[in-house]
């Protein structure tokens, strides 16, 4: 795999069930605190996806450096992001991981800060009260002109715009989400942000293409970046993998 040329963005989106077969291999992957925290989860679909995700991540970051996914070391942010040791990093790839129900995204660039989020759109989730804590007036009132059937969908929209760039930043939902604001676009273009705490910054932002379930965006400091987005699929992964049927079946949670 060729690592992302500079200014280049690799979106790798990810089912998670299409990886379920795979699952025993990718976790023989991870790191022993990776496996340690695999097993503190409460539900075992909560442990598969971390097992899939850690194992995905580290099958493609090291197909990017020439190594072997055993081999790589993440180190961590103060709000937990992880990023690659620099000593096994001589092309500076930089990446950040999102998942939420069955759907993960990857992205992975050279040099420049980038963060993921992807929301599935849960008929639960209490919108009014979230927009008064996370947007701003003028977002809130862009949010307030869509119909009620489409509020959930535009709420997530700025969120996710948001939640990626606080992650490309290495923060977290402890940022100031409703002075970091973001202009939706209209006209198929990208969306902006506004953050005076950073008013000279260069960031670009891209909704990603998802199936209608799910909401995602990206965020990246750069000012025009080339976006491909990929299908990650069992087969581009299958080398990397020590051994590859699942010994246990397929796992529910809740
Ligand atoms: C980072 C955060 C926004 C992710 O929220 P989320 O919607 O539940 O999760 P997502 O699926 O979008 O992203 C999770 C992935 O992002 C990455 N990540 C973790 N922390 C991150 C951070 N601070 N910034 C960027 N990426 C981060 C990891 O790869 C993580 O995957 P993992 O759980 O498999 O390790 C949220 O967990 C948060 O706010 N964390 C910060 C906590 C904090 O401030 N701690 C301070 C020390 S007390």
């Given at each position: ?5 500079a200014?280049?963005?690799?979106v790798w ?18 790191a022993?605190?990776e496996s340690?925290?695999?097993q503190r989860?409460?539900f075992?679909?909560?442990?598969d996806h971390f ?7 580290r ?7 020439g ?8 180190h961590y942010?103060h709000?937990g ?10 092309q500076?790839?930089?990446f ?12 992975v660039?050279?040099?420049a800060?980038?963060g993921?989020?992807?929301e599935?759109?849960d ?11 996370v ?5 809130r ?5 869509v119909?009620?059937g489409?509020r959930?969908?535009?709420f997530?929209?700025f969120?996710?715009h ?11 939902l ?5 002075e970091?604001?973001v202009q ?8 902006r942000?506004t953050?005076r ?7 670009a932002?891209?909704e ?14 750069c000012r025009?970046p080339?976006?491909?987005q ?10 990397s ?6 010994r ?6 809740r």
């Amino acid at each position: 795999m060729r690592s992302p040329a500079a200014n280049a963005v690799q979106v790798w989106l990810v089912q998670l069930d299409d990886f379920l077969p795979l699952r025993d291999g990718l976790a023989a992957l991870l790191a022993p605190e990776e496996s340690a925290r695999a097993q503190r989860f409460h539900f075992p679909v909560h442990a598969d996806h971390f097992t899939l995700c850690r194992g995905l991540l580290r099958t493609l970051l090291a197909d990017y450096l020439g190594a072997a996914p055993t081999a790589l070391e993440f180190h961590y942010g103060h709000a937990g992001k992880p990023v690659l040791a620099e000593a096994q990093n001589p092309q500076r790839l930089t990446f950040n991981l999102s998942h939420s129900g069955g759907v993960a995204v990857i992205a992975v660039t050279r040099g420049a800060a980038v963060g993921v989020d992807v929301e599935q759109v849960d008929k639960a989730l209490e919108v009014d009260q979230l927009a008064r804590r996370v947007l701003s007036g003028a977002e809130r009132e862009w949010l307030y002109s869509v119909a009620d059937g489409k509020r959930r969908r535009a709420f997530l929209r700025f969120w996710t715009h948001k939640e990626a760039y606080v992650k490309a930043r290495g923060e977290g939902l402890g940022a100031p989400l409703a002075e970091i604001e973001v202009q939706l676009p209209t006209d198929g273009l990208r969306a902006r942000l506004t953050d005076r705490r950073h008013a000279g910054d260069t960031w670009a932002l891209h909704e990603l293409s998802l199936e209608r379930e799910y909401v995602g965006a990206l965020a990246v400091a750069c000012r025009d970046p080339a976006i491909e987005q990929t299908r990650l699929t069992p087969p581009q992964v299958l080398a990397s993998v020590p051994f590859r049927a699942s010994r246990r079946g397929p796992r529910s949670g809740r």
